[in-house]
């Protein structure tokens, strides 16, 4: 069983930063794929950025490419989003998940999910 715990959202204005955690209970965090999607208001739930097992290979939404970078700490047993230069449209709940990677972009191939956390820019 993993619990996924995110933090870090907030209000930030536009071409601001901010940094998103996402912490994990147990001791298998490294055996999974982690990645973050974003749900903004009445929309469906969007791929932003995966992250392999050992950190070697990322993935980004084209949306996002360039202004934000995951990571993660398999030590801590934490997985980070550093979202720079965020726009309006970047507005939406984050969550994190851990899957098997495949089909990383697919929600439905996530086994757990976080409660999420609110990330709103401001024009």
């Known amino acids: 069983q993993v619990q996924l715990v995110e933090s870090g959202g907030g209000l930030v204005q536009a071409g601001g930063s901010l940094r998103l955690s996402c912490a994990t209970s147990?001791?298998?965090?490294?055996?999974?794929?982690m990645a973050w999607f974003r749900q903004p208001p009445g929309k469906e739930r969007e791929f932003v950025g995966g992250i392999s097992r050992s950190g070697g290979s990322t993935y980004y939404a084209d949306s996002v490419k360039g202004r934000f970078t995951i990571s993660r700490d398999n030590v801590k047993n934490t997985v980070y989003l550093e979202m720079n230069n965020l726009k309006p449209e970047d507005t939406a709940v984050y969550y994190c998940a851990a899957g098997d990677g495949l089909r990383v972009a697919t929600p439905g191939q996530y086994g757990y999910w976080g409660q999420g956390t609110q990330v709103t820019v401001s024009s």
């Open positions: 147990g001791r298998t965090f490294a055996i999974y794929f």
